[in-house]
């Protein structure tokens, strides 16, 4: 198993060393966003693919534009209350009308970038 650490003597992103083909092994979602919720980075784990039809998702807004069942629930909500506190870090389950499944989610700051992660993993039942 690889453990990302993100905290602040990790100078570099460690997500955005990697090659293309070994960020699509990586069993969730990932998105780097900046403060406004706009797209820098992403990485789609969903077969059916979450891009609306619009091509690539870099630029756009994360919570209205690319993933749209997290724009009016506590996932957008919780982005923005840890921006405005000065902290994010937080990890929750939850599930939205738009999902066939639940879903954890895994809001992390990256202190020397200056920018936010938002890492999706399905959850399964056992």
């Not at 690319?66 to 929750?92: C, M, P, Q």
């Amino acid at each position: 198993m690889t453990v990302f650490a993100f905290d602040q003597s990790d100078p570099e992103n460690p997500l955005g060393s990697l090659k293309d083909e070994d960020l699509r092994k990586i069993p969730y979602g990932a998105a780097e966003l900046n403060a406004e919720g706009r797209v820098i980075s992403y990485i789609d784990t969903e077969p059916e693919g979450n891009d609306n039809g619009k091509g690539s998702p870099i630029g756009r807004d994360f919570f209205g534009d690319v993933a749209r069942w997290t724009g009016s629930s506590i996932i957008a909500a919780e982005f923005r209350k840890g921006i405005n506190g000065g902290a994010l870090n937080v990890v929750f389950d939850c599930a939205s009308a738009r999902l066939p499944h639940k879903v954890r989610v895994h809001f992390k700051v990256s202190p020397i970038l200056g920018t936010y992660w938002v890492f999706v993993k399905r959850l399964h039942r056992t």
